[in-house]
Nanobody
Framework: QVQLVESGGGLVQAGGSLRLSCAAS????????MGWFRQAPGKEREFVAAIKRIGGGTYYAASVKGRFTISRDNAKNTLYLQMFSLKPEDTAVYYC????????????????WGQGTQVTVSS
């Protein structure tokens, strides 16, 4: 059982930056591929970014590529999402997930989820 706790959300103006963190309880954190997803009101949870467990290969949704950076610190059991040039359409609850699977951009592949952190971008 992996417990995930997100933090770092908040209210920011368009063009601003935020860094989200996701702390994992699992000592074998490095065994899991990790991802960030987001869900806006009335919409389905969508993929944002993912990082593989081996080699650290990263994947991004087209809407955030070049603005967001996903990273992980396996020594601290922590996942990060650095967000730059935020837009109002980035407003959503952001969730981190953990998976032992390989389809890291696919929501159903993830077994463990955090409770989410709200990001609100004002225009």
């Amino acid at each position: 059982q992996v417990q995930l706790v997100e933090s770092g959300g908040g209210l920011v103006q368009a063009g601003g930056s935020l860094r989200l963190s996701c702390a994992a309880s699992e000592r074998t954190f490095s065994n899991y591929a990790m991802g960030w997803f987001r869900q806006a009101p009335g919409k389905e949870r969508e993929f944002v970014a993912a990082i593989k467990r081996i080699g650290g290969g990263t994947y991004y949704a087209a809407s955030v590529k070049g603005r967001f950076t996903i990273s992980r610190d396996n020594a601290k059991n922590t996942l990060y999402l650095q967000m730059f040039s935020l837009k109002p359409e980035d407003t959503a609850v952001y969730y981190c997930g953990a998976t032992l699977g390989v389809q890291v951009t696919t929501r159903v592949e993830y077994r463990y989820w955090g409770q989410g952190t709200q990001v609100t971008v004002s225009s």
